[in-house]
């Protein structure tokens, strides 16, 4: 399918149609016409607060020279087209650690834990939603390996829950590139009783061979059972 925004058309990936999908199914599909849909329905003020409550845009407090800094568009006025970039990742920057703590919120029934180095550190967290929602989230994202973009790591022995991220990749001086991109992968894990957060970030794949389920995903799933088999995972 596609949608018009603003006087752009946006299909989904590869051209596909998806028909009429539940917000679920939209998660585990990845579809940017579904997130689209969902974006342009909220304000402005609306999308940048539910992304800063997710930490986006939101400094890390770690003393860890070479982090990348945080970028989140906030202008007074967004179009269509901005709100439907934000929704499916564009117009903001964060790094995995960044991405890693909002993921926390759906591994923990809401809540955000922030990143720390060492284990002595105090552990600190915030609530981002209400553990229904996160719940439904969490479920969305292990629809995304039984059925979704990442079905192809669904016979993982580790029960992984995530979401793929496949965007053009963004050059100073040069804004969005096409021929390259950054593909990923953020999981959660296991399902049942989550312990574990992991991004995997590919900078630069093959043109021919990029999308995130494709190739982060699968990594994700080999680093996950090598961590059940050295007894990290019960």
């Known amino acids: 399918g ?56 939101k400094e890390l407090d770690l003393n860890w020279d070479g982090i990348d800094s945080s970028f989140l568009y906030d202008s007074s006025i967004l179009y269509d087209i901005d709100k439907a970039s934000l929704g499916y990742g564009y117009l903001l920057r964060a790094n995995i650690v960044q991405i890693a703590r909002a993921y926390s919120a759906f591994a923990n029934q809401g809540e955000i834990v922030e990143p720390r180095i060492t284990i002595n550190q105090p552990v600190r967290k915030l609530k981002a939603i209400d553990s229904r929602t996160a719940n439904y989230i969490l479920a969305s994202l292990r629809s995304t390996v039984v059925e979704g973009t990442a079905e192809n790591i669904s016979d993982s022995t580790v029960s992984i829950a995530g979401k793929t991220g496949t965007t053009e990749k963004y050059i100073v001086g040069n804004g969005y590139t096409p021929g390259k ?54």
């Open 2 to 57: 596609y949608i018009n925004l603003s006087g752009f058309k946006r299909s989904e990936a590869g051209g596909k149609n998806y028909g009429v999908l539940s917000p679920s199914e939209i998660i585990s599909n990845s579809s940017q016409v579904g997130i689209a849909k969902i974006s342009i329905m909220l304000s402005g003020d609306q999308i940048n607060a539910n992304l800063r409550s997710f930490g986006i845009g």
């Open 181 to 234: 991109y950054i593909s990923s992968f953020a999981s959660i894990f296991p399902y049942e009783s989550p312990k574990y957060i992991m991004v995997v970030s590919i900078d630069e794949p093959d043109p021919n061979n990029y999308f995130g389920g494709d190739i982060s995903a699968p990594i994700v799933a080999n680093l996950a059972e090598h961590m059940l088999i050295n007894g990290y995972i019960e």
